[in-house]
């Protein structure tokens, strides 16, 4: 799935080689820009875990699409370091794009307190 940075789907050449940079504008396209929440205009993108949760030998997860959402303000902020907000926002995308989350870093949110898995 991440191989997909490479390619765009709207004909647009991205001019960077900055892998971050690729990431950022795919999660843009892949929410159509919208919040995933309440689809008002997006005004950020988001990390879903923050990259403080994270040691080296994981970034490259922080860094995927899987922890990146479009949020608008509002919801941005009530996000902010709230971890049934993180679950939340997993499971939306869970639904909504069909990712796994096998990692134990997502399980935490994904698999504790949420019954429905
Ligand atoms: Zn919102």
Redesign the pocket.
């Known amino acids: 799935m991440s191989n997909d940075a490479n390619h765009s789907s709207a004909g647009q050449i991205v001019r960077t080689t900055n892998a971050g940079q690729i990431i950022w504008i795919n999660v843009i396209r892949r929410d159509r820009g919208k ?1 995933v ?4 205009k997006a005004c950020d993108v988001h990390e879903i875990i923050s990259r403080s949760h994270f040691g080296t030998r994981t970034m490259h997860i922080c860094l995927s699409m899987k922890n990146r959402v479009c ?2 303000r ?3 902020e009530k996000a902010q370091g709230q971890a049934e907000w993180m679950t939340k926002l997993l499971q939306r995308l869970k639904d909504k794009y069909g990712y796994d989350y096998p990692e134990p870093i997502f399980q935490r949110y994904l698999g504790g307190s949420d019954g429905r898995l």
């Open positions: 919040c929440i309440c689809g008002e949020l608008c509002g919801c941005h």
